[in-house]
Nanobody
Framework: QVQLVESGGGLVQAGGSLRLSCAAS????????MGWYRQAPGKQRDLVAS???????RYADSRMGRFTLSRDNAKNTVYLQMNSLKPEDTAVYYC?????????WGQGTQVTVSS
């Protein structure tokens, strides 16, 4: 059974930072491209960034320079470092494979950025 467990969210002031983690089990993590996604209230879930099995990253253009995606294959974990957070970054953040599998979505972690 695949489990993707996100953590690290919280309430932060604008300009602050958070580091999200996603621990994976039930998949051969080192062979999977992974992604972080987010869903803001009233909006569809969209891709934040992706990382290949070898560590090549891609970001949504607006987040380039503020977010850093990394992975530790020994720990089956993918990370999202978010700096200079803005209120518009408020959302539930999810990890999944890239592209995502519908059955793999977890509970996500809430990120709230206050102005």
């Amino acid at each position: 059974q695949v489990q993707l467990v996100e953590s690290g969210g919280g309430l932060v002031q604008a300009g602050g930072s958070l580091r999200l983690s996603c621990a994976a089990s039930g998949i051969i993590f080192s062979s999977q491209d992974m992604g972080w996604y987010r869903q803001a209230p009233g909006k569809q879930r969209d891709l934040v960034a992706s990382i290949t099995r070898r560590g090549t990253t891609r970001y949504a253009d607006s987040r380039m320079g503020r977010f850093t995606l990394s992975r530790d294959n020994a720990k089956n974990t993918v990370y999202l470092q978010m700096n200079s957070l803005k209120p518009e970054d408020t959302a539930v953040y999810y990890c999944n494979t890239f592209p995502p599998y519908d059955n793999y979505w977890g509970q996500g972690t809430q990120v709230t950025v206050s102005s």
